[in-house]
């Protein structure tokens, strides 16, 4: 077994940590009093919409969105799934909201593994937002990309047009693209040594990874827009989502049910932490949080390898990693003997809960390239505290004990990334008559890691039920 050089292997797994009834125990906790600092005015958020009459083949859902920000250049793709005819009626639709680096597939993966399905099944007209960069909003914000930008090579020819070379735009490109051959080749000589322990060798490995590098480098001005960080989705992505669903919804009392996993999860958190400091409606009638916290500091989750991965990213001074690329890249050494990176699957799912062909099309599929601004300040869970806004005086969970919105906080028994006990750091700064906290798994098994509280193969059965009776109690209140 070869020995992964620590900047590669931080990276690797901090993709997997992006993602991602019988109940093991229940506490209500106590709230706890806290002091209010400056007050925060987040960015107006103006949505622009489209409905997209060709709709590609990767989106599974009835419908795909589009929804444009006020002052951006990126359009965010909703993903819509339509209750059928038969279910139920309910009064508010319901907003999926997914991990960092991650696109709406984790939520649908397949017809018999779909989470949103399953809820647009009980009623729920069901929508995932994919975040800037993700998924399929990258698609559309990379048709302006008109021009693929080749790597430069290690040796520029000398006689090349000094006006052409001394360009803004072009040292610009040329600049982010040194950056990007450096961080592959890394990655490159990385595994063709975990190469040399594998027999046979995985000749299609160094293939599928340099063909995913030559797809990043027609996307070189693209990766220059990588400038957003967590505060961005909350201030704008969210809020351009909540009003477009709306609209198109109508509910009566303009709310929404919302469910987030991982740091779709830490969203929902700041967003009724912040709009509980402004004295504004959150309009959201009831969340969901899926292995999510606001606070890391107690619990020894893997989510601190961000903060190796962030600093060299920052003093590179590259906009964004292409964690997509690495986890793609590193996936088959996970997945086939002699597996030697298996402890990047325990990150991700529990031993037997997600089926060997579905795996691989989650890591394959779900993940993307993550801006360095977002990274550095999703560390900032880890230091005394808890998650800060991007000023660094704005701490979210101090205000979590004057929300009015009830809060159901799911935990995975074997979830590496948000352990129960972070999960719990949270939950119990909620008004103990608004806080559920349940956790899934058992002593002897079936366990839950971190996707299988969103995919698992037993979560259908035990954990979406629970899901399902929140939602319905909270819908009809």
Not at 220 to 237: C, M, R, S, V
Not at 451 to 470: H, K, M, N, S
């Amino acid at each position: 077994m070869f020995m992964v050089q620590s900047d590669v292997r931080s990276a690797i797994q901090i993709v997997a940590t992006a993602t991602y009834c019988h109940f093991s125990r229940y506490e209500s906790p106590s709230p706890v009093s806290v002091r209010s600092p400056w007050r925060v005015q987040p960015a107006r958020a103006t949505s622009v919409e489209r409905v997209s009459s060709d709709k590609p083949s990767i989106c599974t859902a009835d419908e795909l969105h589009y929804v444009s920000i006020h002052n951006s250049d990126w359009r965010l793709a909703l993903w819509r799934y339509k209750p059928p005819p038969q279910a139920p009626k309910r009064n508010h639709p319901l907003l999926l909201l997914s991990g960092v680096g991650t696109n709406a597939i984790g939520y649908d993966l397949a017809p018999g593994s779909s989470f949103a399905r399953h809820m647009s099944s009980q009623g729920f007209d069901t929508w995932i937002l994919e975040f800037r960069g993700a998924g399929l909003s990258l698609e559309v914000a990379s048709k302006d990309v008109k021009q693929p930008i080749s790597l430069p090579s290690e040796r520029m020819d000398q006689n090349t047009d000094s006006s052409a070379q001394s360009s803004p735009d072009a040292l610009q490109n040329s600049t982010l693209a040194a950056q990007i051959r450096d961080l592959s080749q890394r990655i490159v000589d990385v595994i063709e040594e975990g190469q040399r322990s594998v027999s046979p060798p995985l000749t299609d490995l160094l293939d599928r990874f340099s063909s995913t590098i030559e797809n990043l480098q027609t996307q070189i001005d693209l990766l220059g827009k990588y400038n957003w960080d967590f505060d961005h989705y909350l201030e704008e992505d969210v809020p351009a989502a909540m009003e477009y669903i709306r609209r198109q919804c109508n509910p009566k009392d303009e709310k929404l049910l919302a469910i987030g996993h991982s740091m779709g999860g830490i969203l929902l958190y700041s967003m009724l932490a912040r709009n509980a400091y402004e004295g504004r409606d959150s309009r959201l009638a009831a969340i969901i949080t899926l292995g999510a916290s606001l606070d890391y500091t107690t619990s020894n989750s893997s989510l601190k390898l961000l903060t190796p991965l962030a600093d060299p990213a920052q003093a590179l001074s590259v906009p964004a990693v292409p964690l997509g690329a690495l986890l793609a890249a590193a996936y088959p050494l996970a997945s086939r003997p002699p597996y030697v990176m298996s402890w990047l699957n325990r990150l991700i799912t529990a031993q037997d809960m997600v089926q060997p062909e579905l795996m691989e099309k989650f890591v394959m599929n779900n993940f993307c390239t993550v801006p360095a601004k977002l990274l550095l300040q999703l560390t900032t869970a880890f230091q005394e505290g808890g998650l800060r806004d991007r000023s660094g005086t704005f701490f979210y969970k101090n205000h979590l004990n004057k929300i009015d919105v009830p809060v159901l906080a799911i935990a995975g028994d074997l979830d590496l990334i948000c352990p129960p006990e972070a999960v719990y750091e949270t939950i119990k700064l909620v008004p103990r008559h608004l806080a559920t906290y349940k956790v899934f798994g058992e002593p002897t098994g079936p366990h839950y890691a971190h996707y299988d509280l969103v995919g698992g193969r037993l979560a259908p059965e035990q954990l979406y039920p629970c899901v399902i009776e929140f939602l319905i109690h909270h819908d009809s209140a």
